[in-house]
């Protein structure tokens, strides 16, 4: 890494147990057992306050897992190829598909998720583990295969400039979900929102402002934002193309007392 030219800088803001957003100018490597050929950084952790884990990683052309991720009783995860020329193998409770950006894949509790580089080309990937809250009548969630660019946008609450994908099926039998959302240019949620649900959100395209709590803070394509629970929440897009993100979702499960 060459010497700084100038001073540092960098653009996140971290708000322990309140919302965090992470650019890309002060991210890390980290060092986690059981891939290969894999660079790996933490996004989302329970030490920031977050109730679920989320990396970002490149996958070398010998990329793989050494170990299946997130095989735990308790843990469901979620994969997702980002971008890249690479394709992965993907393997999910003995089944095996090989995809190409936007595929993704769902894994129940206790299956977890294993890949391998299946062409030896690059490709940027996102990891999602969260705890896995049962249905009181259970009923139970399923694997799920997809790819992005296979589903057709909807409007979003009915507005014809802010646009959704659903990657997962809307059914009650999960307690998760993961969505695209994609807002054209002066595009923004309906109302500032506040709710119980976190949101783990990374930005691959555009930039926008988006309020967190009390503060107005410009975003752009590579931040990752965690929203806590009941943290004020709401985005206009500003640039001049689309602001993308994929965001995660815990859904469909009362509360405990």
């Known amino acids: 890494m060459p010497y700084p030219d100038g001073p540092l800088k960098n653009r996140s803001v971290v708000k322990h147990g309140n919302y965090a957003v992470l650019s890309n ?40 897992t050494t170990l299946t991720y997130a095989a735990q009783p308790h843990e469901e995860s979620f994969i997702y190829i980002l ?6 193998k993907l393997t999910v ?11 993704y894949a769902y894994a129940t509790a206790g299956q977890g ?19 896995y809250v049962p249905h009181p009548d259970g009923r139970k969630p399923f694997t799920v295969f997809g790819n992005t660019n296979e589903i057709e946008w909807q409007d979003y609450d009915g507005m014809s400039n802010v646009h959704l994908k659903d990657l997962l099926p809307i059914n009650e039998a999960f307690d998760m979900n993961m969505h695209i959302l994609s807002f054209d240019p002066a595009g923004c949620h309906p109302i500032i929102e506040t709710h119980v ?3 783990g959100a990374y930005l691959y395209e555009g930039e926008g402002l988006y309020l967190l709590d009390t503060d107005w803070i410009h975003v752009q394509a590579e931040d990752f934002i965690w929203f806590g629970p009941f943290t004020k929440q709401a985005c206009y897009g500003t640039g001049r193309g689309p602001l993308t993100y994929i965001y995660s979702k815990d859904c469909n499960r009362d509360v405990e007392i």
């Open 93 to 103: 409770g003995g089944e095996s598909k090989v995809m190409g950006q936007g595929g």
């Open 25 to 64: 100018d002060g991210r890390v490597i980290n060092c986690v057992p059981g891939f290969a050929d894999c660079k790996l950084t933490i996004l989302a952790t329970p030490k920031m306050g977050a109730s679920f884990i989320q990396f970002i990683g490149t996958v070398g052309a010998e990329g793989r």
């Open 197 to 199: 649900q976190e949101h």
């Open 113 to 131: 998720i294993a890949f391998e580089n299946a062409n030896g080309k690059e490709c940027r990937i996102l990891l999602y583990k969260q705890r």
């Open 83 to 88: 971008d890249g020329e690479g394709q992965l």
